[in-house]
């Protein structure tokens, strides 16, 4: 349940290592490593879709459970 807790974030990196890849020159890398790296990012994209969703489930679930009776 520790991925839960909001992270501590930094007025200068407040999305911690994704914007810090944003402005990474790509220059150094061959075509071979950028499409590994594609295929990286769209497995993490992945990742964090699928738990925004969890999320969101939750939360919805919560909501309703608390809602008060004859509310809609």
């Known amino acids: 349940m520790e991925d839960d807790l909001p992270r501590n974030r930094g007025s200068q990196d407040s999305l911690g290592h994704a914007s810090r890849l944003a402005g990474e020159p790509l220059d150094r890398y061959s ?4 499409l590994e790296r594609i295929q990286l990012l769209d497995a993490e994209i992945a990742r964090v879709r699928a738990h925004h969703a969890r999320a969101s489930r939750e939360r919805d679930a919560a909501e309703a459970l608390f809602r008060p009776k004859g509310a809609s």
């Open 31 to 34: 075509q071979d490593e950028l």
